[in-house]
DNA sequence: CTTTTTTCTTAAACTATCTTATTGTTCTTG
DNA sequence: CAAGAACAATAAGATAGTTTAAGAAAAAAG
């Protein structure tokens, strides 16, 4: 059987027994994904957790003006899905799309409650890793309450290193909360001095 | 024995059994605070989720220029912490006060670990708690960096219509991300239409 | 490798929000 | 209930950030 890199991420966390094991393994749905393809759009039921393998994708609003607006990038590793829509069963807002080609693992909402109801290692983990998201939201949230663009843009870069490099300046603009145009300005303005 | 308000609210989510009633029954404390009284300060490592009974507390930072930011309020029935701190074992760059005098029930780090050491519900109740906590904090992410400070407010009060009664509106102000000057007058616009 | 699409930059005019300062009002506390 | 502290309103001037538009550069797709 070949390594699941869903096992190896909890292992991270808390690694699953035997038993746990083999309740996930048949329960995850690999996908492979091609560049500005969408696994989640406005009025549809976020009913999956996805797991990126390889890739990045990008979870984003659309306002009534037509703007995005990121609301989280993952890359190898990282989990995404719409938690609101998720858990409360109502359609979503957002879209979820690939910037690159991926491959990811998704479990479907009926597994990830199997999954909880027969092994307490679920709960466990799952609640670790929202714990960590929870973390990292909390100081995106601190920052835009409190500093500038430049400020948010140099946080991002020390914070991303790697992302930014894989990311349009748009992406990461619309990600701090800033438009592409003064982005650009600071950028410039940073790499003057 | 009096009826436990963790119990009772964890009863909304996933309600306890009677092992697990009786090992968190002991491990609870009980605070009075008056007003203007901490339970955290910078530098000092958040060892404890605290349970608000009555009143009211917040959670904010001042930045370097001696500006608070506001984080987080908790009202009767939310928990609050600063989960980077417990977590990580770092010292806390945040304050939580109390706005109001309050009466909170507080579990020390040792107790939670052994909560969810001896029974899963724990793992299962918390997960919960943070995930709505997570999913509303995406709200106000999406928020902050999407929309203007009128329709922020308005988003403040329509969600949460008791609490802005009791709080001052520079308290509203540094949640919401703005000058209390600048509220004032995004006030009076939307009064005087 | 060529075409099309997307991204990046620049700049001027505009708007939202902040800063500072002042004054009257309302809470809090002794 | 009196004194001190915190809060709310207002306004002028300053700054950060947006909008619009256009052209050049880079990347993606055929």
């Known amino acids: 059987m070949k390594i699941n890199p869903i096992i190896e991420s909890f292992s991270n966390y808390w690694p699953l ?20 393809e969408f ?6 039921e976020c009913n999956h957790f ?25 890359v190898e590793n990282n989990w995404i899905s719409d938690y609101g829509s ?9 879209y979820i799309e690939t910037l690159e080609p991926a491959q ?10 199997f999954l909880y109801d027969h092994s307490p290692l679920f709960d466990r983990n799952f609640r670790i890793i929202i714990e960590n998201a929870f973390i990292e939201q909390q100081k995106r949230i601190l920052q835009t309450i409190s500093s500038t663009v430049e400020d948010r843009y140099l946080y991002f ?14 992406q990461i603009a619309s990600y701090i909360g800033a438009t592409p145009e003064f982005l650009s300005m600071v950028r410039k303005k940073i790499a003057d001095r």
């Open 86 to 94: 998720f858990y409360n069963q109502e359609p979503s807002e957002l």
């Open 17 to 36: 027994d035997d038993k746990a094991v083999e309740i996930l393994n048949n329960r995850i749905i690999e996908k492979k994904l091609k560049r500005k």
């Open 157 to 170: 870069l020390k914070k991303y290193p790697n992302l930014s490099n894989r990311i349009s300046n748009i």
């Open 50 to 74: 996805s797991f990126v393998v390889k890739g990045c994708l990008k979870m984003y609003k659309v306002d009534e003006k037509g703007n995005q607006h990121n609301l989280q990038f993952a």
């Open 104 to 113: 990811i693992l998704q479990i479907k909402k009926n597994d990830v409650f």
């Open 39 to 44: 696994i989640l759009k406005p009025q549809e």
